[in-house]
């Protein structure tokens, strides 16, 4: 497992070394240990400088395991909640994630879903906020950052309005109608009517850009309602209040944003950050040096502290963050 | 390939998969798409060398067996520590900020303390912990003074020299 605490790089320590540096620090912790033994664990540690760095490994161990402790726990509640054996309900999931089905462990994780049920919600997220749930109809959506979409159902009509960001919907069949009931989109670019199937739509205020993943859609501008463009699986087109341009080929498969991570294959470190922004509050600068790196990834969206402090380790470049919500990016001296 | 291409290339093929793979085996969406998740960022973590890597989707499942196992262990922590906390007496309770703390330390000693049997694990957190003489370990253990000795030997190997071997 990698949960031990990372070796020291290049510890290569002889066994006997290793043996010794073990045995002396069972003897130091073992309450019995005298001025005279300790004075020899001393010279022991003087002695090779093998045995000073075996004992150097184990000093920085012990801080961080002390650090972390601190007083905070006990070794009477460490005891009764680490030294237990595995119990039943453990040992049968890790069956179960072996190969047998296991009820109810969903609910048992506490996977939280968001309580938006109902025929009218207003849907929103906050930069950098993302959230999905199913509707009563078991359309799933994932609605991204800084987004607002509205619910609002009829008895002849589905119909989400997305007033802005972007939204991954995937629809099920109607069961609740016969016949079943239209599902459409509006932006205010126009109406996007779903032909079974999972799309994006993204909307930036100007235009609605759709890309389709199963099934179609068909466009339609909100100044001229029949002049509709159809978009197939692997096609996107971009709608506006005016027109819908012509479907062009597109990604194949659902964003990774719904999924929580940003994906950069060979990105301009200057479109990184722009995308970057869209997730985060407050200024992103870029220096105009390095705005022509490019960098490939799996970011996770939840952290984007740690994607910045990444930045660093991937790219020679160097992130300040002079006051909270104020991040630079330049040139690492 | 560098270790960002082949990340990528794992993402974008395998991505999909695994998802399902996970959903079919915990019969839940959503907790298969955060168990993906994690699994990436396991990955993304300990830098594995991904260009060595014959079989992604064997490797892939290796991961995210681990990340789910891991994420029980955690939930058993939490509700054991609850159930110490409930036995506690009022004015000894924690801060719900504290609490959150003592969670966290207590999820990170168990990753240190990854494949030792319990009794080893309970000489090791007395002495550690509270630097509790090997003789009153015994005695509350009910165990031999050497025993004890045994187990701390076990524990401070397994802890400070990982990967040095038993």
Redesign the interface.
């Known amino acids: 497992?990698?949960?031990?605490?990372p070796?020291h790089p290049g510890t290569a320590?002889p066994?006997p070394v290793?043996d010794a540096?073990?045995?002396w620090?069972?003897h130091l912790?073992?309450?019995?240990a005298t001025a005279e033994s300790r004075a020899d664990w001393q010279r022991w540690r003087a002695a090779h400088p093998q045995h000073e760095q075996?004992w150097q490994?184990?000093e920085a161990?012990?801080t961080r395991?002390r650090g972390?402790?601190a007083g905070?726990?006990?070794?009477?509640?460490?005891?009764?909640?680490?030294?237990?054996?595995?119990?039943p309900?453990?040992r049968h999931?890790?069956r179960?994630?072996?190969?047998l089905?296991?009820?109810g462990?969903?609910a048992?994780?506490?996977?939280e879903?968001l309580p938006w049920r109902g025929w009218g919600a207003d849907l929103r997220t906050a930069r950098g906020e993302q959230r999905?749930t199913t509707l009563p109809d078991g359309t799933r959506i994932v609605l991204n950052t800084s987004s607002a979409l509205d619910v609002r159902y009829t008895a002849g009509l589905r119909r989400l309005h997305l007033r802005e960001g972007e939204v991954l919907i995937t629809t099920a069949p109607d069961d609740a109608a016969t016949p079943p009931r239209p599902f459409v989109v509006d932006t205010p670019a126009g109406r996007i009517r779903a032909l079974g199937t999972r799309f994006t739509v993204r909307h930036d205020g100007i235009a609605s850009e759709v890309a389709v993943y199963d099934g179609a859609v068909e466009l339609s501008p909100l100044d001229k309602p029949d002049a509709t463009v159809r978009v197939d699986a692997g096609q996107s087109a971009r709608l506006t209040p005016t027109a819908a341009t012509a479907p062009s080929a597109s990604e194949a498969?659902p964003p990774?944003w719904a999924?929580?991570?940003l994906?950069?294959?060979?990105m301009r470190l200057a479109d990184f950050v722009a995308e970057l922004r869209r997730y985060r509050s407050g200024v992103i600068s870029l220096a105009p040096e390095v705005a022509h790196l490019r960098?490939?990834?799996?970011f996770?969206l939840a952290d984007t502290d740690r994607i910045l402090q990444s930045l660093a380790q991937?790219l020679p470049v160097e992130v300040r963050v002079p006051v909270r919500y104020w991040v630079r990016i330049g040139p690492s001296a | 390939m560098s270790f960002p291409h082949a990340l990528t290339d794992l993402y974008v093929q395998h991505h999909g998969w695994l998802r399902s793979w996970l959903q079919r085996r915990l019969g839940h969406a959503g907790d298969a798409a955060d168990f993906a998740q994690d699994t990436y960022l396991r990955v993304i973590e300990s830098r594995t060398v991904l260009a060595d890597i014959r079989e992604p989707r064997a490797f892939l499942t290796t991961v995210a067996k681990r990340v789910v196992a891991n994420h029980l262990r955690h939930r058993e922590i939490e509700r054991a520590y609850l159930e110490t906390l409930a036995h506690m007496p009022q004015p000894l309770a924690p801060s719900p900020e504290e609490r959150a703390i003592v969670l966290q330390t207590l999820l990170e000693i168990d990753a240190i303390l990854d494949g030792l049997p319990p009794k080893v694990r309970t000489a090791f957190l007395w002495a550690q912990l509270d630097g509790m003489p090997y003789a009153e370990i015994a005695e509350r253990m009910g165990v031999s003074l050497s025993s004890v000795k045994q187990y701390m030997a076990r524990a401070i190997r397994h802890c400070y020299f990982p990967g040095a071997g038993a």
């Open positions: 497992m990698s949960a031990h605490l070796a320590l066994a290793v540096a073990v045995e620090l069972v912790w073992s309450g019995t075996a490994q184990i161990t012990d395991l972390r402790t905070m726990v006990t070794a009477a509640t460490a005891v009764t909640t680490l030294a237990g054996p595995p119990s309900r453990r999931a890790l179960g994630i072996g190969g089905a296991v009820g462990v969903a048992w994780l506490g996977y879903q999905s498969e990774a999924e929580g991570v994906v950069a294959s060979d960098l490939s990834g799996v996770p991937v």
